[in-house]
Each structure stands twice: as structure tokens, then as C-alpha cells.
């Protein structure tokens, strides 16, 4: 097949062709939603048929600022005009600009920045850093948490379903406490502890939180042991849960926080926020990464930083977490609502997985989790009352048909 028949396929709406077309090009990877995006325009998205359809996913949490932002389109648009690449071997202007912005959000003062391609990167680095600065081994997470799909990342995970797919043999020297207990976690930090890695709010697992006060005492505990203390901002981090970072609404300063999803705004970037403590023992050539802190990606995640400030993304997102809870509580059909800001899990009394079909059928994209009756809510930090109006409008019928 050629280039030609392709964009026929996907110009025209032939889904099943292009269906048919993919499974025999590509490896499968996810259950496939059933729409075909062509074009995306602020919180909305349009199939060839030009059908509009409402983000509530924006593609696992990563469109922050909406679809194709014109300033962050532009900024891609300009840079790959001017040098598209070349490796951080090299001073870059906009690397060092987009750097700074960023570090203006760290948590410790003096801090660093190391930059990454993806989120399973930036957490490989991350224990790197820690069992290399401790020349300890023991990785220790929390049970029910995702961290991504290299071999350490999965060695990580705390959902097992995850970790099988590593194969035969993982990493060593990973173990898995619940989430929110202090003294599994008090038990566990001992000489050989390198880190300790929390995803924040446990998304992929259906929308889990641990009270505000178990961060404190794991920032604590973490610190008294000589460990170092990694946050998986990757879903949380640059303003969802209504703060910068979820670090800073629950009073904690980790040493290493992993950033990536919406940073660039969909170009893949991911970074390490590196306290100063620990930069300062990282030498030149202890890392390194081809791709990491290319132009485009930093001319991206600059612009989408910006965004974020001149457009009060990070307020706008704990404003329409807080209607979209307020709409949604005591809905029929939903049993219990979790998470923060833009980052909710609707516990429903029936499996999510119809109810995100029926949403689909009707223009409005939505999530489901390893949490088979769960609803993952993701939406771009841009969304407006008007978006959560159709949201609420739209999912309230769908949930008031009888439980099937
Ligand atoms: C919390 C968390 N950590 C890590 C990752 C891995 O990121 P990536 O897919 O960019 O490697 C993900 C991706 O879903 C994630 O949600």
C-alpha cells in the first residue's frame, strides 16, 4: 500500500479500511477507541466526516493545552523551520529559556534539569540517580502504581497485570507496599533502600489518593532513611490537580521530580527536576539522551509553559475540577468520585467500559482504567464551563438507562 491510498483511507472516513490496514503494519498496543481524529481545535477533536467530539482524555492526559494550540503550533512551526535539531551536545537558546521557565515551578531553589523523551525515561533515570548517588539498591513503590514500561518501570509497577509483561525476570530489588500505609513504609526503609517512587495520584489505577498528611510522613520517613525521595509528576505535574505540581498542594519537596504527557503539549518531551544535593554529584556523561532537549521539543514546551501562565491554566484547572465535582456529585449511576482538579475518576455502579462507547457514539471522549467500573477523566487544563456543561449534559443520560 502506499502513501497515496493511506491519507485516501484516512481523508475519507474508511476506518475499517484503515483498521484492516493498521493491524497488518502495526504491533497492537492499546484497545482501539472507536473514532479516527483527523483534526483537533482547543478541547475538541473531528473525524473526516468533520464530526466534533468533546476531549475528556486528551490522549492519556497529554493535550494540556488543548488541541493544536495556535501559539504552541506556531512555536513547533517556527523552530523546525529555523533547526529542527541537533542534540543537547550543544548550547541551544530556546532549551535554556524553556529550562528556566520550568525550574521557576521547582521545588528546591538551584535546582536541575535533565531532559528526556518519554515518562518511562525519566523514572529509568530517576532510579539511576538514586541507587547511584546511594549505592544502595532497593527501589521501594506502592502497590497499584503505574511508572511506565521499561524493564525497571514495570519492576516498579504496582499493578501486577503490568509487571507481567516484562516477561521472566524484572529488576531486582523492587518492592511494592500499599499505598498510604506508614508503617509498611517504615518497615521497608532500611540501609539498602535507594528511593522510594509514589505516582502521585495513581491514575492508570483508577483514580487513587493518599491522604495529604501520608505524603508529608513518606517526605519524612524517605529523608530519615538516606533515600531519595522520587515524585511521578507525569500525569499530575504542570497544573492539573490545580497546583503546579501535586507536590506543592500537599506541602512536599521531593528530590527528584519525573515530568512528561502534556509538558510539550504532545511533542514527546519528558524531564527530571533534580535537587541541587544530588546535581551536584551528577557528572558530565552520567547522562545522556539523543533526542532529550531538541529544539522543537523545548521551542514546544516553552510555548506551552507560557500558555499555562498567561492563559491561568493551573487555576483554571482547580476551578473546573471543582463544578465538574460539584455537577457530577450525586449523579445517577456514579457511585463515588475520586482524585483532584482535572484528574477524576467517576466510580461508577456499572462497568465504564459501554458507558465510554455510549459517550463516544454521542462526541464526547472519556477514559476508562485498570478499574473496570471506573471513568478517567483527563481533559485539557483549557476547558471552560461551557465544555463542562456539555460533558455533564451529555453523560447524564447515558448513566440514567438501567445498569445493563
Ligand atoms: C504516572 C505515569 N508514569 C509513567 C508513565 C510512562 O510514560 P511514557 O508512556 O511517556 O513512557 C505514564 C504513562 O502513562 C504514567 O501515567
Given at each position: 500500500m502506499n502513501g497515496a491510498t493511506s491519507l485516501k483511507d484516512a481523508a475519507t472516513g474508511n476506518a475499517e479500511a484503515l483498521a484492516a490496514r493498521a493491524d497488518r503494519a502495526e504491533l497492537a498496543v492499546y484497545t482501539r477507541l472507536p473514532f479516527v481524529p483527523v483534526r483537533g481545535e482547543g478541547c475538541y477533536l473531528f473525524d473526516a466526516a468533520?464530526?466534533?467530539?468533546?476531549?475528556?482524555?486528551?490522549?492519556?492526559?497529554?493535550?494540556?493545552?488543548?488541541?493544536?494550540?495556535?501559539?504552541?503550533?506556531?512555536?513547533?512551526?517556527?523552530?523546525?523551520?529555523?533547526?529542527?535539531?541537533?542534540?543537547?551536545?550543544?548550547?541551544?537558546?530556546?532549551?535554556?529559556?524553556?529550562?528556566?521557565?520550568?525550574?521557576?515551578?521547582?521545588?528546591?531553589?538551584?535546582?536541575?534539569?535533565?531532559h528526556c523523551v518519554?515518562?518511562?525515561?525519566?523514572?529509568?533515570?530517576?532510579?539511576?540517580?538514586?541507587?547511584?548517588?546511594?549505592?544502595?539498591?532497593?527501589?521501594?513503590?506502592?502497590?497499584?502504581?503505574?511508572?511506565?514500561?521499561?524493564?525497571?518501570?514495570?519492576?516498579?509497577?504496582?499493578?501486577?497485570?503490568?509487571?507481567?509483561?516484562?516477561?521472566?525476570?524484572?529488576?531486582?530489588?523492587?518492592?511494592?507496599i500499599p499505598f498510604g500505609d506508614e508503617a509498611a513504609l517504615a518497615r521497608e526503609l532500611d540501609g539498602d533502600t535507594a528511593g522510594v517512587i509514589c505516582e502521585t495520584i495513581q491514575s492508570l489505577a483508577g483514580i487513587f489518593a493518599a491522604p495529604d498528611a501520608f505524603y508529608r510522613r513518606m517526605a519524612e520517613l524517605t529523608a530519615k532513611a538516606g533515600a531519595v525521595l522520587i515524585f511521578d509528576e507525569i500525569q499530575t505535574g504542570f497544573g492539573r490537580t490545580g497546583t503546579y505540581f501535586f507536590a506543592d498542594g500537599v506541602g512536599v519537596k521531593p528530590d527528584l521530580i519525573t515530568?512528561?504527557?502534556?509538558?510539550?503539549?504532545?511533542?514527546?518531551?519528558?524531564?527530571?527536576?533534580v535537587a541541587p544535593h544530588l546535581a551536584k554529584q551528577i557528572g558530565s556523561g552520567d547522562q545522556g539522551t539523543t533526542f532529550g532537549g531538541g529544539p522543537v521539543a523545548m521551542a514546544a514546551m516553552k510555548a506551552t509553559l507560557e500558555v499555562i501562565e498567561s492563559e491561568g491554566l493551573v487555576e483554571n484547572a482547580a476551578r473546573m475540577g471543582a463544578l465538574l465535582l460539584r455537577k457530577l456529585t450525586g449523579m445517577t449511576g456514579i457511585k463515588a468520585i475520586r482524585g483532584k482538579g482535572l484528574l477524576l475518576g467517576l466510580e461508577l455502579d456499572r462497568a465504564a467500559?459501554?458507558?465510554?462507547?455510549?459517550?463516544?457514539?454521542?462526541?464526547?471522549?472519556?477514559?476508562?482504567?485498570s478499574d473496570p467500573q471506573t471513568?478517567?477523566?483527563?481533559?485539557p487544563l483549557i476547558i471552560g464551563e461551557a465544555q463542562v456543561n456539555e460533558f455533564v449534559g451529555t453523560l447524564t443520560p447515558v448513566l440514567s438507562h438501567a445498569t445493563a
Open positions: 468533520g464530526k466534533r467530539y468533546l476531549d475528556f482524555y486528551g490522549g492519556h492526559a497529554v493535550a494540556i493545552t488543548g488541541h493544536s494550540h495556535p501559539k504552541v503550533a506556531e512555536a513547533i512551526a517556527a523552530q523546525a523551520r529555523q533547526l529542527l535539531f541537533y542534540s543537547s551536545a550543544v548550547l541551544s537558546a530556546v532549551r535554556v529559556e524553556a529550562t528556566e521557565l520550568l525550574l521557576r515551578h521547582a521545588p528546591h531553589p538551584d535546582s536541575r534539569v535533565f518519554s515518562g518511562t525515561e525519566a523514572n529509568e533515570v530517576a532510579f539511576k540517580i538514586a541507587r547511584k548517588l546511594t549505592g544502595r539498591r532497593k527501589i521501594i513503590s506502592f502497590e497499584r502504581s503505574f511508572h511506565g514500561r521499561t524493564l525497571a518501570s514495570l519492576s516498579a509497577a504496582g499493578l501486577p497485570k503490568y509487571r507481567v509483561t516484562a516477561g521472566p525476570v524484572l529488576v531486582p530489588h523492587h518492592v511494592h515530568l512528561a504527557k502534556g509538558i510539550a503539549s504532545g511533542i514527546p518531551a519528558a524531564a527530571v527536576i467500559s459501554p458507558v465510554v462507547k455510549a459517550l463516544i457514539e454521542r462526541g464526547v471522549v472519556a477514559g476508562t482504567s471513568l478517567r477523566l483527563l481533559p
